[in-house]
């Protein structure tokens, strides 16, 4: 049986992850005047059953596939590992199997990507990647949303990044190689992006630099993007946001970006540190329509795993 997994965007490639924008484009604006919990009017995911499994804590990841499960027409349940056999040792493997003989799709937040790999390897449903130490590819899924609806043009795009070479960062190169367009690194040094993910995003035809200047690179950027400098689980040490600092995105660096350039944010944000209040609450600043657009890029990931897109 050959199982649609969303480990990585590249296990979709580039056609798939432009139907995924352009689906939740029209089912997002299809939705004007429902309330948040209604049903999508051909509701594809009747019957269907999510298990969302949490090794590590989940606001938006949590909430949003939730809801895009019942707006689906289908619903979701929530395991935390500390509260299940998993988190008491019972193998990846084992429940893989037993979770694919009770739900339709399972989508896990984890610290081990190779863990995501064991699931995906043993399960005969769909496996979500909603995050790993690796990547976080249903966030980027989220992001391009909110740029295309923001009426950026991803191929050719020049997107500016400042701050760690992290998991996020990852998923970005690995778009960026998918859909063509282009990212400047600014990271100091000893915290540059995975080598792998640099390789293959250049390869892939995506111009990426990296630069411990940060004027350089946001220097006519479309795009400002960023992220916690200190991410969940490590310690908060203090020779990290040292080094850190200068790659503060504020008023002074946004404005060496386009004039219609916006600015990006996972969440949670750390104001203050990796981001100023004042670009952080700006008119420039997109994060809480790219945290609603979660909900729309999961009910367009979970349509593609299930072969419905």
């Not at 190779?114 to 992001?143: F, M, W, Y």
């Not at 063509?180 to 792998?196: E, L, M, S, W």
């Not at 100023?276 to 790219?290: A, I, Q, W």
Request: proline share 4%; with cysteine.
């Amino acid at each position: 049986m050959n199982v649609r997994h969303f480990l990585a965007l590249s296990a979709a490639g580039p056609d798939a992850l432009n139907a995924m924008i352009d689906d939740a484009l029209t089912r997002k604006a299809a939705r004007e005047g429902l309330r948040k919990g209604a049903r999508d009017a051909d509701a594809p995911l009747d019957g269907y059953l999510l298990a969302m499994i949490f090794e590590k804590n989940s606001t938006r990841t949590r909430v949003s596939f939730d809801v895009a499960m019942r707006q689906l027409g289908g619903s979701a349940l929530i395991m935390e590992a500390g509260s299940t056999q998993i988190g008491r040792g019972e193998s990846v493997a084992d429940t893989a199997r037993v979770l694919s003989r009770m739900v339709d799709a399972i989508m896990i937040r984890t610290d081990d990507h190779a863990k995501i790999e064991e699931l995906a390897h043993h399960a005969t449903v769909p496996i979500i990647n909603g995050l790993t130490d690796r990547s976080h590819p249903c966030q980027i899924v989220a992001d391009l949303l909110t740029l295309a609806e923001n009426g950026k043009t991803l191929e050719g795009l020049e997107l500016a990044w400042f701050g760690d070479g992290n998991n996020v960062l990852n998923s970005i190169l690995e778009a960026a190689g998918l859909l063509k367009f282009n990212v400047r690194i600014a990271v100091p040094q000893g915290y540059d992006p995975d080598a792998a993910f640099l390789a293959q995003a250049r390869s892939n035809g995506a111009r990426v630099t990296i630069t411990r200047d940060p004027a350089e690179a946001a220097d006519s950027a479309d795009v400002i993007v960023t992220d916690t400098w200190v991410s969940m689980g490590q310690d908060h040490a203090a020779p990290k946001l040292a080094a850190m600092a200068p790659y503060q995105v504020n008023d002074g660096l946004l404005a060496k970006a386009k004039p219609g350039a916006v600015f990006l944010h996972c969440l949670p944000a750390h104001v203050g540190e990796e981001v100023s209040e004042s670009v952080f609450e700006g008119s420039r600043s997109l994060v809480f329509d790219e945290a609603e657009n979660r909900v729309h890029a999961q009910k367009s990931i979970l349509l593609w795993c299930f072969g419905k897109l």
